[in-house]
């Protein structure tokens, strides 16, 4: 199946704690990125990286790390987890070309719990 | 900067009325706008998109013409199913970095 996919689906973790988030796309697009939806379904912009390099790095506190090993594959890692961070995290992927553009494909997203 | 704003939820729909979800945007430029959905427990979706001023998206039902003049591209349905119970988000693209600006998005609630 064409799509993106993320692991794991769901993530209960302790405070303090390093956890890691994987995505991969397999529609060969140039552009992925991370979105946090919060509990009221807010969703913000957190990194976006095209072909491997970082073009959008909203304020995020830089317990967060985006890495990007190549096109296809956009990790995020998160240092000394806090409550706060709990939410579901999307990745989503895009193709732009000149002159086109059709939105994100997103993944199904990672519910993270941190207690 | 940019900015989308839809209007609060939740909406409560008996099944076969009529649907509308207001979006208003603020954006510099003309900016492609979309729709997306979000069932539960799942990623959202693209459901439709318009490019250019008065263009009309449509996709299962669902209509959106974009309204350069009141900077408006509100989500219409002409009759909803249960099926349709989700959260509407609104979206337009971001002509500085090609990423997407979402609204607060709206959950639809259709009762049988």
């Known amino acids: 199946d064409t799509a993106v996919s993320q692991t794991p689906k769901y993530l209960v973790t302790q405070m303090g704690n390093d956890k890691s988030i994987k995505c991969e796309q397999n529609l060969g697009h140039d552009t992925m990125y991370w979105y946090k939806q919060d509990s009221k379904k807010f969703l913000k912009i957190m990194f976006s990286y095209n072909n491997k390099e970082l073009i959008i790095n909203e304020t995020v506190p830089n317990r967060f790390s985006p890495k990007s090993p190549d096109k296809a594959h956009l990790n995020l890692h998160i240092n000394s987890l806090e409550l706060g961070d709990s939410a579901v995290y999307f990745c989503?992927?895009?193709?732009?070309?000149?002159?086109?553009?059709?939105?994100?494909?997103f993944g199904s997203g990672t519910r993270l719990t941190v207690v | 900067g940019n900015s989308v704003t839809q209007m609060e939820g939740p909406v409560t729909l008996s099944e076969e009325a009529f649907l509308t979800i207001n979006c208003t945007y603020t954006a510099t430029g003309y900016p492609s706008l979309f729709w997306y959905v979000q069932y539960p427990g799942e990623g959202l979706q693209l459901l439709l998109k318009a490019t250019k001023a008065d263009d009309k998206g449509s996709n299962k039902g669902f209509e959106a013409t974009y309204r350069k003049e009141t900077t408006s591209f509100h989500l219409e349905k002409g009759s909803v199913q249960v099926s349709d119970s989700a959260v509407y988000f609104c979206a337009l693209e971001d002509n500085a970095g090609n990423m997407l600006t979402f609204g607060g998005g709206t959950r639809l609630m259709v009762k049988p």
């Open positions: 989503a992927s895009s193709q732009i070309d000149r002159g086109f553009w059709d939105g994100y494909t």
